[in-house]
């Protein structure tokens, strides 16, 4: 049976952008167009002409992409002519290859918010419809409050969707956008919507309120939508729009959906999904989840002894999905609980062939379980138990040494009368027979420590240049006299690897030291520094 094809709309750079603490900037914007673009995302709707500048100047100029740019705003205002409507002329003068309309389809709504009547929401629809098909623009219409005015009033609901089809809207798109609403009652209106109007005109735009953004969405296509909107890494205010970033590999690896759906996401550019995420948490500034579905760093990672052992024998045993489809890598935790299974399967992945009956794993496994008892997490620090292994099985370089350093943080009233604290650290680092001195002011004594270390590492630098720190965590453990303090910092570097290290100690610098040597070790033995 030939398969149908289901279109994906990304509005992550529209009403991804009302995420609060997102703040696009045009750069950011045009570099995740191009990111959706090499996905195969069909439509990227990239903002709001006219609403603010950098959105405007967006649109002021052409920007090609292989699918659809689309802009968004809203119908003419009741009570003007689409001809003199300064909104609607900005929207239309944008360089955009669709429009995707917003309209309230809920009576309630147009009475009390719009303060107009049922019929001029109507005429407003079909209007700005018209308007944009005359100036050869593929038209969407958002029909906002959909499922709530349909619960409401289901012939008003339908007869503003219908407005649009009729004018020759390209696609209707459904919006929860309260994101209230529940999958069976997705499921059951859309499809009777579907008896006014045919499903590959029919789009749905779920918002997460009850975590079932992504359900609400599959729920429309079984009742026969053909569009899907979504944000990447599920971005959007409140609790967020449905997530694409899970929406895409269910359609392309679950047989209901792969069988039976294509979409223009290619096989290859599925595998490069996982980066694609993480390089919008870079962007953002935020650290990635850990348990997000299928990109997570822990969504193939498993704990327990007899699952490892399982999973060795062959992975499909407890994986939904091979994580390599997806970008994703495999993962076996070490820990304290860790059985010779966990560390063989967890060295067999970074490349160490170890006999299972080789002493030297019994001294590592001690070795783990001894550090985990005063503190280090190696199930969360992979790249500090690579370290670990390398040491006690192989050989990691003495790259350099760190023969001091030193940290200060001051706290005084700068010449403008505020109070300030500057953090000033020195270090000094032995590279081969060369000492070398850097000193680096920072926002707090382990940013300056940070900036101090990589300064100058002498003829290791070049490799060190694109190490960046992505994310620093602090705990701390046994809380009382003894109290420690356990430091993870998260790194990436220009490839787009992330890796994590800990530093334990009772003081909190030495922690991030520790772990700040790691990090920086371990990209010296990746990018295979000559010793
Ligand atoms: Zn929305």
Redesign the pocket.
């Known amino acids: 049976m030939p398969r149908e094809r289901l279109y994906l709309f990304d ?1 992550t750079l529209r ?1 991804g952008a ?1 995420t609060n603490g997102v703040d696009f900037t045009l750069a950011d914007k045009l570099a995740i167009a191009r990111m959706l673009d090499e996905i195969g995302i069909d439509y990227v709707e990239a903002g709001y002409p006219g609403a603010n500048p950098i959105d405007t100047s967006l649109f002021a100029e052409r920007r090609p992409l292989h699918g659809k740019l689309t802009a968004f705003g809203m119908t003419r205002r009741p009570g003007r002519s689409a001809s003199n409507d300064p909104g609607l002329a900005a929207l239309l003068a944008a360089q955009a290859d669709a429009i995707c309309f917003v309209a309230k389809s809920w009576d309630y709504h147009v009475r009390v918010a719009l303060e107009t009547t049922e019929e001029e929401n109507l005429s407003s629809i079909r209007d700005s419809v018209r308007a944009a098909k005359a100036k050869g623009r593929e038209v969407l219409l ?1 029909c ?1 409050h959909f499922f709530d005015g349909y619960k409401a009033n289901p012939a008003y609901a339908l007869a503003c969707a219908k407005a649009a089809y009729d004018e020759g809207a390209r696609w209707v798109v459904l ?1 929860d ?1 309260n994101g209230g609403t529940l999958p069976h009652e997705v499921e059951k209106i859309v499809g009777e919507v579907l008896a006014k109007i045919p499903g590959d005109h029919v789009g749905i ?1 779920a ?1 997460n309120d009850t975590e079932q953004a992504v359900a609400n969405s599959f729920a429309a296509v079984r009742a026969g939508a053909r569009q899907i ?1 979504g944000t990447l890494n599920g971005l ?2 409140r609790c967020g ?1 449905a997530n694409l970033v899970s929406i895409i590999p269910t359609l392309k690896l679950k047989p209901d959906f792969s069988e039976n759906f294509d979409i223009g996401v290619s096989d290859e550019a599925l595998a490069h999904l996982a980066r694609v995420s993480h390089a919008l948490d870079d962007l953002l500034n935020r650290a990635s989840d850990r348990h997000a579905p299928y990109v997570g760093a822990s969504a193939f990672a498993t704990k327990a002894g007899i699952h490892a052992s399982a999973i060795m024998k062959d992975p499909a045993t407890y994986e939904h999905v091979a994580p390599e489809r997806v970008g994703n890598k495999r993962k076996l935790l070490v820990s304290d609980q860790a059985g010779r299974s966990n560390l063989l399967a967890e060295l067999d992945r970074i490349g160490f062939a170890v006999d299972k009956d080789d002493p030297r794993l019994s001294r590592l496994l001690d070795e783990v379980k001894e550090r985990e008892a005063i503190g280090y997490a190696y199930e969360a620090a992979d790249a500090s138990f690579e370290l670990l292994a390398r040491r006690l099985l192989g050989k990691v370089p003495r790259y350099f040494e760190v023969e001091k350093f030193d940290v200060s943080v001051e706290q005084r009233i700068n010449a403008k009368g505020e109070r300030v604290t500057v953090s000033l650290a020195v270090v000094k680092v032995k590279v081969g027979d060369d000492l070398l001195i850097s000193a680096a002011e920072g926002n707090g004594p382990v940013n300056a420590l940070d900036l101090a270390l990589r300064k100058d590492l002498g003829k290791y630098q070049s490799y060190i240049t694109g190490l960046a720190l992505t994310d620093y965590r602090v705990r701390i453990l046994n809380a009382g006299t003894h109290a420690v303090t356990r430091v993870l910092i998260e790194s990436a570097d220009e490839s787009g690897e992330h890796w994590t290290t800990v530093g334990v100690s009772a003081n909190i610098i030495d922690a991030s030291f520790q772990a700040l040597m790691d990090s920086i070790v371990y990209k010296l033995v990746k990018s295979g520094a000559p010793a």
């Open positions: 509005t009403d009302q958002d906002e919006c956008t735009h918002h909107q959007g205010e729009n």
